[in-house]
């Protein structure tokens, strides 16, 4: 699935890109993996979803910032750490850094001023890569977000009443307290996933996604899981660690399923609120606070393990 080639920066004439750039119009900029999602999801889920996501928040930032074209200033269909399984393509940090920071020069020699990254990837090192691209054009001056960065912060950040609504999108209570028990480990090709390509691109979507088990129950490294309890009250970011060992025991799993949580529960509803109500509202507000305002972009979650990328080969 791409994008019209009119609206590629690549295929304008160098007097249209002038303009672009002195117009001060953002460009978007997609990074995703080709990736296993499971037996029900598309390899290019990903892009889809990311190109699809911008294509709204382009039409929400018109609402406040005038009349503009949709620019996309390319696609890199490569990412660290995707989930195993066929069709999976990797790189590591710093060959995924060096296609990103390459990348992003060329929009700052072109005179670009604002960059929105997007991705539906969330590997930490894939996301760190990001993040060297968008310091880069910071250094260069310009303004530059990930705007997945508010999503994965959201899905670590677990807040029970944030999903209260999904309720009316289940069959029963009983379905709904299940749902929630899988949502804090529900990372992949699950439930949430599932339901927002319901939502976005149900022709992407095997129907078989209604008849797969729930992915089984993780079983998280108990050094671990005691190290980030036993690190609670002096380092706020120590849920992120037991986060990520619950990330390795799912990738652990034998058979490995490709998903997690419990896809079968998902719904195209479910995957309305999902963007209407949670992804969007986040991605306008901080894009024009960041864009056209003085907020600094999000951090990356997770940015503890940054430093570990090129001391374990950039990649898990």
Not at 60 to 89: E, K, N, W
Not at 94 to 123: D, M, N, P
Not at 205 to 217: A, G, H, I, K, N
Not at 297 to 313: E, N, Q, V
Request: glycine letters at 8%; proline letters at 9%.
């Amino acid at each position: 699935m791409s994008l019209p080639l009119e609206d590629q920066l690549l295929f304008k004439p160098h007097k249209t890109l002038k303009a672009i750039a002195d117009a001060g119009w953002p460009v978007h900029v997609f990074i995703n993996p080709v990736e296993f999602h499971g037996p029900h999801l598309s390899l290019g889920n990903d892009r889809i979803l990311s190109e699809r996501l911008a294509r709204q928040l382009h039409q929400r930032l018109q609402a406040s910032q005038g009349d503009m074209p949709f620019i996309v200033g390319g696609h890199i269909d490569f990412g660290s750490d995707p989930c195993p399984g066929l069709g999976s393509t990797n790189l590591t940090y710093g060959q995924l850094k060096h296609l990103v920071v390459t990348q992003a020069e060329g929009l700052a020699e072109l005179g670009i001023q604002r960059v929105i990254y997007h991705t539906f990837h969330g590997s930490p090192f894939h996301n760190h890569a990001i993040h060297a691209g968008i310091e880069h054009l910071e250094r260069r001056g310009v303004k530059a977000l990930n705007v997945f960065d508010l999503t994965v912060a959201m899905i670590l950040d677990f807040q029970p009443e944030r999903y209260a609504p999904l309720r009316q999108f289940l069959a029963s209570n009983a379905e709904f307290d299940f749902v929630m028990s899988k949502l804090p480990d529900d990372y992949h090709a699950g439930y949430f996933e599932t339901s927002v390509a319901l939502h976005l691109a149900p022709e992407t979507v095997s129907p078989d996604y209604r008849d797969l088990p729930p992915c089984p129950e993780l079983k998280t490294n108990p050094l671990l899981k005691r190290l980030s309890k036993g690190l609670e009250s002096v380092w706020k970011q120590a849920g992120e660690l037991e986060h990520g060992a619950k990330t390795l025991a799912w990738m652990a799993l034998d058979p490995f399923p490709g998903y997690t949580g419990v896809p079968h529960l998902a719904s195209a509803e479910a995957g309305q609120f999902y963007v209407e109500r949670l992804i969007l509202p986040q991605y306008e507000r901080t894009a024009r606070n960041v864009l056209w305002g003085k907020d600094p972009a999000p951090k990356t979650p997770l940015g503890w393990s940054r430093p570990l990328a090129p001391l374990i080969g950039g990649r898990v």
